[in-house]
């Protein structure tokens, strides 16, 4: 049984850090693209970055370049998220998600298994 466990996710005040990070187990997503999606209230879920297989090429949402990084440990089976100069409008559930590809993607159409979730919150 594959399960993707978030964790990480907090309130913070607006221009501080978190980092989450996405444990993978039941089976290895080392040749697998990983990635992260979040959903405001209200509003669709929405891509926020990715990573291919080997961790050497990501993409990202143009509201969050130059603040967030995505990245994994193949050998942890985990991918991370640091999220820096944190906004209020980055307030969202953030869900992990592996790809069917290898490469790095923005669709949720090759998206394999979702994370549950977790909450982070930005107070202004």
């Known amino acids: 049984q594959v399960q993707l466990v978030e964790s990480g996710g907090g309130l913070v005040q607006a221009g501080g850090s978190l980092r989450l990070s996405c444990a993978a187990s039941?089976?290895?997503?080392?040749?697998?693209?990983m990635g992260w999606f979040r959903q405001a209230p209200g509003k669709e879920r929405e891509f926020v970055g990715s990573?291919?297989?080997?961790?050497?090429?990501?993409k990202y949402t143009d509201s969050v370049k130059g603040r967030f990084t995505i990245s994994r440990d193949t050998a942890k089976n985990t991918v991370y998220l640091q999220m820096n100069s944190l906004k209020p409008e980055d307030t969202a559930v953030y869900y992990c998600?592996?790809?069917?590809?290898?490469?790095?993607?923005?669709?949720?159409?090759?998206?394999?298994?979702w994370g549950q979730g977790t909450q982070v919150t930005v107070s202004s």
């Open positions: 998600a592996t790809f069917s590809s290898a490469a790095a993607v923005t669709t949720t159409g090759l998206i394999k298994y």
């Open positions: 039941g089976r290895t997503f080392s040749n697998n693209a």
């Open positions: 990573v291919n297989w080997t961790g050497g090429s990501t």
